[in-house]
C-alpha cells in the first residue's frame, strides 16, 4: 500500500510563493506518473500539474510559466514549486498516483491567497 502525504500548505499573499510536497511511503512511485491537483471551495478537483516517471511535464494554462513540477526520486517526492500566486490559486491542493492496479490520493494541503 503507498502513502502519498502532502505539505508546505499556507497562507500567502498574492504574487507570493509555496513549495509543495507529496512524500511517498515507497519508492514504487518512482515509476508512475504523479498528478497534482486543486480544489477550490465550491468547485471541481482541477489537474493542475502532471510528472510522468520520465520527467515530461505538463501544466494547466492557468499556471504555465508560474508553477514548476518535479520530482526527487532518491527521496520518493514530487514537488509543485508555485511563484507569483493569484487570488484564485486558493484551494486544498492533492497529488495522486496511478499503478496498474490502485490510484492513490494524498490528504491534501490548504493554499490560501490573502492580502
Known amino acids: 500500500q503507498v502513502q502519498l502525504v502532502e505539505s508546505g500548505g499556507g497562507l500567502v499573499q498574492p504574487g507570493g510563493s509555496l513549495r509543495l510536497s507529496c512524500a511517498a511511503s515507497g519508492s514504487i512511485i518512482n515509476s508512475y506518473s504523479v498528478n497534482w491537483f486543486r480544489q477550490a471551495p465550491g468547485e471541481q478537483r482541477e489537474l493542475v500539474a502532471p510528472?510522468?516517471?520520465?520527467?515530461?511535464?505538463d501544466y494547466a494554462d492557468s499556471v504555465k510559466g508560474r508553477f514548476n513540477i518535479s520530482r526527487d526520486n532518491a527521496n520518493n517526492t514530487v514537488y509543485l514549486q508555485m511563484n507569483r500566486l493569484k487570488p484564485k490559486a486558493t484551494a486544498v491542493y492533492y497529488c495522486?498516483?496511478?499503478?496498474?492496479?490502485?490510484?492513490?490520493w494524498g490528504q491534501g494541503t490548504q493554499v490560501t491567497l490573502s492580502s
Open positions: 510528472i510522468t516517471s520520465g520527467g515530461t511535464k
Open positions: 495522486k498516483s496511478r499503478t496498474i492496479v490502485n490510484t492513490y
